[in-house]
Antibody, heavy 118, light 110 residues
Framework: QLQLQESGPGLVKPSETLSLTCTVSGGSIRRSDYYWDWIRQPPGEGLEWIGTIYYSGSTYYNPSLKSRVTISVDTSKNQFSLRLTSVTAADTAVYYC??????????WGQGTLVTVSS | QSALTQPPSASGSPGQSVTISCTGTSSDVGGYNYVSWYQQHPGKAPKLMIYEVTKRPSGVPDRFSGSKSANTASLTVSGLQAEDEADYYCSSYAGSNMWVFGGGTKLTVL
């Protein structure tokens, strides 16, 4: 059974960089038929697609975040990562990693709350 | 790229049917048959309920169905049950390898 697990600091100071890692277990991140997503959800609000990475390293980002986001993949560790720079309180959210199977996310991590505060 | 429009809330009594709409544009919902629906219970990760407008993943009850007309997709839950009470989100392909979600609808089973 595929499992995804987010990890990283739960508290980040304003103007600093948010860094999260998603560890994939029970399957290979190198499978050619899957992509890997980051999605976030501010408290009490809806879902927002952040971006997608393919195992080859190809990336696609939400235009509204593109200038601040970098998603990378480490196939040797079966992990992919998110970096979001210059964070503000508006970046406070539960961050999810997920597997994209073509046109939909079929496996999700449990999510991790990241709070931006001094 | 703007969020898809969903009603904030919907409700129905047990056994009834309820339909949740998801309105986009010709650049997303109307342009592709790549609309998905997700169910999210409080404190939990979203769960895929419908993909590619009408398809149901294995294990999802056939009480859940999807459809689309022009720029609006819909999720219908028939024979409402207490466990269907949750937030529902639509998602659509928006071209150029981009994806957009709806704002979410809170479904209440009365």
């Amino acid at each position: 059974q595929l499992q995804l697990q987010e990890s990283g600091p739960g508290l980040v100071k304003p103007s600093e960089t948010l860094s999260l890692t998603c560890t994939v277990s029970g399957g290979s991140i190198r499978r050619s038929d899957y992509y890997w997503d980051w999605i976030r959800q501010p408290p009490g609000e809806g879902l927002e697609w952040i971006g997608t990475i393919y195992y080859s390293g190809s990336t696609y980002y939400n235009p509204s975040l593109k200038s601040r986001v970098t998603i990378s993949v480490d196939t040797s560790k079966n992990q992919f990562s998110l970096r979001l720079t210059s964070v503000t309180a508006a970046d406070t959210a539960v961050y999810y990693c997920a597997r994209r199977s073509g046109t939909y996310e079929d496996y999700w991590g449990q999510g991790t709350l990241v709070t931006v505060s001094s | 790229q703007s969020a898809l429009t969903q009603p904030p809330s919907a409700s129905g009594s047990p056994g009834q049917s309820v339909t949740i709409s998801c309105t986009g544009t010709s650049s997303d919902v109307g342009g592709y048959n790549y609309v998905s629906w997700y169910q999210q219970h409080p404190g939990k990760a979203p769960k895929l309920m419908i993909y590619e407008v009408t398809k149901r993943p294995s294990g999802v009850p056939d009480r859940f169905s999807g459809s689309k007309s022009a720029n609006t997709a819909s999720l219908t839950v028939s024979g409402l049950q207490a466990e269907d009470e949750a937030d529902y989100y639509c998602s659509s392909y928006a071209g150029s390898n981009m994806w957009v979600f709806g704002g979410g609808t809170k479904l209440t089973v009365l």
